[in-house]
């Protein structure tokens, strides 16, 4: 099985920008395409990106695409979510996830997800 710890969570201001980093652990991480996914309180789990397997391909929820951008660095094992332009409704905690395809944006493809790290953005 593959363990995930998401870090680089915290408050910032609204226009500012935040990386949250994902470390993965256990089986190989290149064999998994890898997600970020978002919930904020009395909301349900949303999709924001996902990323291929070899980092060639990604994809991005409508409400963050051009303002977010996901990556991944195998020498590290750890996947990346740049965070640029924040708004207040941003605010949620970021969890990541491993699973099959990248293209796959409900929270029943990933198999694996970390704990989640807070984001707040204020106004």
């Known amino acids: 099985q593959v363990q995930l710890v998401e870090s680089g969570g915290g408050l910032v201001q609204a226009g500012g920008s935040l990386r949250v980093s994902c470390a993965a652990s256990g089986r190989t991480f290149g064999s998994y395409a890898m997600g970020w996914f978002r919930q904020a309180p009395g909301k349900e789990r949303e999709y924001v990106a996902s990323?291929?397997?070899?980092?060639?391909?990604?994809y991005y929820a409508d409400s963050v695409k051009g303002r977010f951008t996901i990556s991944r660095d195998s020498a590290k094992n750890t996947v990346y979510l740049q965070m640029n332009s924040l708004k207040p409704e941003d605010t949620a905690v970021y969890y990541c996830?491993?699973?099959?395809?990248?293209?796959?944006?409900?929270?029943?493809?990933?198999?694996?997800w970390g704990q989640g790290t807070q984001v707040t953005v204020s106004s």
């Open positions: 990323i291929s397997k070899y980092g060639s391909v990604t």
């Open positions: 996830a491993a699973g099959d395809m990248a293209q796959k944006q409900r929270e029943r493809d990933y198999y694996y």
